[in-house]
């Protein structure tokens, strides 16, 4: 499997059909692998999980936002959109 490099890549976006979410993950946050967890551990594992809800799209947007990427909110299309 070929890795992508940052100079390629500055975010994967994953679609979950089920509950019709969008998430998007920085690829330095991806480091190896890229695994999303949507539910809690059935051993209570906390630490070192990268949580599906930290990565939602609205958050994404937020953040581009509030680091000056893309304008006010009546400028953007709220889910599904190209930024």
């Known amino acids: 499997m070929r890795r992508y490099t940052e100079g390629e ?3 994967f976006a994953v679609y979950f059909p089920p509950g019709a979410n969008i998430y998007v993950v920085p690829l330095g ?3 190896i692998d890229g ?9 209570d594992q906390r630490k ?6 930290d990565f939602t799209w609205e ?3 937020e953040q581009l936002r ?4 893309v304008g006010a909110k009546k400028n ?3 889910r599904g959109a190209c930024v």
Request: net charge neutral; aromatic share 12%; glycine share 6%.
């Open 35 to 43: 695994f999303l967890r949507l539910t809690p551990a059935l051993n």
């Open 59 to 61: 958050k994404h947007l």
């Open 76 to 78: 953007l299309v709220s």
């Open 9 to 11: 890549v500055d975010y």
């Open 48 to 53: 070192f999980i990268r949580w599906a809800d």
């Open 29 to 31: 946050v991806i480091g």
């Open 66 to 69: 509030s680091d000056g990427i």
